[in-house]
């Protein structure tokens, strides 16, 4: 295997997947450090208000030349950018730099990444994707005009897919689908390992709205609450025509919830992020509005209401992640 | 995302599995080098009878500092031995290697991989799984003999996951079942890719036999031929009561191929290795007997048959490889 650009952007890539969509409303960004030629860090953004990846690798980089350096207990990003503009001591000249995006000009939550590596004079930046966020862009013009090295566009197209889920939900509504299912496609009874569930809540605990069909309803009678990772609740969709559900359902005295009993999916766009945890027949009546699929596969076969249906639907695989001994797959529709 | 043994063996696992079953009746083997802190190389054994993983890598992290060697063009295993013995000037000496299987210490195709390390003289080598081959074993005493620091045990079960194949032809007949399916398990018409094809051509050429069910036969009329690769023609093992087949089946007309018409599965075991193609029924009627899965997964949902049946088996995802826009699932039952 070669190891180059492409080696080190896919091992940004990778890392920054595994925090895909718990950075909403940041995107999922990767970053490696490689110093004289030693990997250094490979590091994410991990939620929005805590550190970039940018900052996380700088960090976990210094540290492993001065492990007991004060650097280790700060997680404020404004005390690490101050800690390293004042500490760096040229650390970080013979370092290359990789970052799924372009490192962002603005100063929001945080400072800027761009301004902060422009300081601290890496010898080169290796950039998967250039931003076209209007706030967040210019940050290559910031790095070469320190005369920072940069190359752009290394792995562009994974970058992209890493990137998908943001795009989405930058300027609209983002609405993904959620379904679990055995190596099979059987989607009955108990499908998913706890661990599995932590994840949905997790998910849960993101998004806005939650959808999911009226006939899950009456016939699971389920909470949809966030009490594994105890989180926000969302608000609930009940996508369906007979309005009358038994107020006893456990999911309608979730305190602090809106629950709305509808049709009309035209509702949904009041929501910037939601959910649909359904099975085949939501599929079917959303599939041209998703902009992506959540797909957690669990390795085994059963014998169980299966995914016979009338569909015919080709997906690109964006990534997967192990969850536990189960699969999330994402899934990116193809046009 | 800590950068420690476990990540270094993670890349050598990870590579080997690009070339799982490629390398009967060899074990596929993984081997990184790490010069001073640097990344040099992560390479595999890719076939028997070519060079070990540990030849391989050894010889790229060498090329790395003299791209220009003759060593370039060496392509014999014991070649690159005397090569590397003659001229490694001390190079190897502040190198950590990683091996996902303990260095062979006997000379068999090739030279011991556990001498020429003693010769080169790495500062650490650090070793997945300890070999219980009686034949290839030892490496680690002849490597200790030398002083060598020997780490081993390193993700352990990962190279035990990636040795299962290995372990399951070494002292008996080798049974796996490869099966195709969209995402929701239909298995009707073409599902594959052509590069899928291309890949279960190349499993054929390695197996000594191509086990089927005779309804298959009658209805899909295959030839179950290696021609998109040019490889070795496996015999064919028809799971039939009822004998009669027409000879116009392409099958039959494949030179230097036996086919057999059985219900006998006893006959399977006059075979060193053995792939079964086939789907659920198959499955079924073998599920006891198979050393592990290999599932062609495609990105789609489609309508067709589908995996509706009575079967109920757990699997542990030993590993997963991309196959252009497809996956291949490797899958062990679980006890």
Known sequence: MKIDDNFYMKLAIDEAWKFQLLTYPNPAVGCVV?????????????????SHAEVNALKTAFLTQEPNSLLKVLEKSSEIHDFLIKN???FFEDCEIYTTLEPCNHHGKTPSCAKLLSILKPKRLIIGLIDTNKIASGGIKTLESENIDV????????CENLLLPFKSWQNKTSIFFKMAQTLNGSIDGQISSQRAKLYVHTLRDKIDLLMIGGNSVRVDKPILDTRYVKGREPDVFIYSKNKAFSQAIPLFKVPNRKVIISDDLFKLLDYKFVMVEGVYTLLDILKDKLDFVVLIISPKIRNGVNSVNELNIDFEILHENYLGDEKIVFLKRRA
Do not use: C, M
Not at 37 to 50: P, Y
Not at 151 to 158: D, Q, S
């Open 151 to 158: 190359t752009t566009k290394v792995l562009e197209k994974e």
């Open 34 to 50: 490689v110093k004289a030629g030693k990997l250094l860090a490979i590091e994410a953004h991990k939620e929005a208000g805590l």
């Open 88 to 90: 760096h001591n040229g």
